[in-house]
């Protein structure tokens, strides 16, 4: 099992562009979600999925959008991006039977310029 | 707003040593309880969960759960410098029926040889 993956790792963007974040899971979990971490701010929750086909707002999700394409995967959009949205971002997923427990991707360094 | 506080550190021990890690949290309701680790440019790794006051056990870690201080620890025991790392605390709370995570910003822990 892969576990949580994502896509790209790294990516350098100019002020304004648009791009999507892809993240997939094999563990078949049902929710899925993700954050950006940023120095000195820790993991802040950007969007959420509970389950398939549904989506809700977390701590920060103003400039981005987010799609729950199917079980394994949930993708997130920067529309337009500004320099302040260059940090880490990761995707994690947990399933609702245990314990809670989230599980975390690699990561994707995004920069802004 | 729901918050998880830990010290930022850096927390210094040798290597065999005791490290102990601090975190407390705001919502008295929180009923689930993980650590995680970072090392740096890495994602985070659920290292220990806890839902019960008192003691859990998993090799050299130990976690520490007092609910009504609304107080977590993580000890580790022989530090070792592999130890090395940043260590998040996160709290589990209920959001419109569904579960999803606090981070604390994290502490770093650093262990010489």
């Known amino acids: 099992n892969a576990g949580v993956t994502q896509t790209p790792k790294f990516q350098v963007l100019k002020t304004g562009q648009s791009m999507t974040l892809q993240c997939a899971q094999d563990?078949?979990?049902?929710?899925m979600y993700w954050y950006r971490q940023d120095p000195g701010m820790g993991l802040r929750l950007i969007y959420y999925s509970a389950s398939e086909g549904t989506t809700d707002k977390g701590e920060v999700p103003n400039g981005y959008n987010v799609s729950r394409l199917n079980k394994r995967e949930f993708s997130l959009r920067l529309e337009s991006a500004a320099p302040s949205q260059t940090s880490v971002y990761f995707c994690?997923?947990?399933?609702?039977?245990?314990?809670?427990?989230?599980?975390f991707g690699p990561g994707t360094r995004l920069t802004v310029l | 707003q729901k918050e998880v506080e830990q010290n930022s550190g850096p927390l210094s021990v040798p290597e065999g040593a005791i490290a102990s890690l601090n975190c407390t949290y705001s919502d008295r309701g929180s009923q689930s309880f993980f650590w995680y680790r970072q090392y740096s440019g890495k994602s985070p790794e659920l290292i220990m969960s806890i839902y019960s006051n008192g003691d859990k056990e998993d090799g050299r870690f130990t976690a520490q759960l007092n609910k009504a201080s609304q107080y977590v620890s993580l000890l580790i025991r022989d530090s070792q410098p592999s130890d090395s790392a940043t260590y998040l605390c996160a709290v589990l709370s209920m959001n419109s029926g569904y579960s999803t995570l606090t981070f604390g910003k994290g502490t770093m822990l650093l262990v010489s040889p």
């Open positions: 563990m078949n979990h049902n929710s």
């Open positions: 994690a997923s947990s399933s609702w039977t245990g314990n809670n427990e989230q599980f």
